[in-house]
């Protein structure tokens, strides 16, 4: 029994003291008929170099459907790393939630490549989703 109270005391101050996650701080980046898409500006300010990881999140007005995920898409949290000097980005995981938030899906995709043209393999187009991504973040640079 001492041992089970020494046990459970160690778990919660462990608990206590190990460190945190930084908070999450959404801050909306568009709203249209379709969608709301927002980004985590926790920690953006470190990105002082040409280079950004961002997460959006886009929140659906309506479900959507994909052949590989079973169920209703209605939350897609996208992990964006950006070159802020070239003007293209990489995605580097996909998560696909049903409508209690519950993870559906999730995809990551490993760039081994050291050539900008192949880690960062899409340009920011103006106009674009990533655009208006990329036009939140430097605000908070």
């Known amino acids: 029994m001492k041992r089970l109270l020494i046990a459970i005391l160690v778990?919660?101050?462990v608990s206590n003291i190990w460190p945190q996650s930084p908070n999450e701080n959404w801050i909306v980046v568009s709203?249209?008929?379709d969608q709301t898409t927002f980004i985590n500006v926790s920690g953006l300010s470190i990105y002082t170099g040409p280079e950004i990881f961002v997460w959006a999140l886009q929140e659906l007005n309506a479900p959507l459907s994909m052949e590989d995920v079973s169920g209703e898409i209605f939350k897609v949290r996208t992990y964006?790393?950006?070159n802020k000097s070239l003007n293209r980005y990489s995605i580097?995981?996909?998560i696909y939630y049903d409508v209690e938030s519950n993870v559906l899906?999730?995809?990551k995709y490993e760039h081994k490549y050291d050539a900008p043209d192949l880690k960062f393999n899409n340009p920011v187009v103006p106009g674009s989703e990533v655009y208006y991504i990329l036009k939140k973040?430097?605000?908070f640079i």
Request: with cysteine; charged share 20%; net charge neutral.
């Open 105 to 107: 899906k999730q995809y």
């Open 80 to 82: 964006y790393h950006i």
């Open 137 to 139: 973040c430097l605000e």
């Open 31 to 33: 709203t249209d008929k």
């Open 92 to 94: 580097i995981q996909i």
């Open 11 to 13: 778990i919660i101050f």
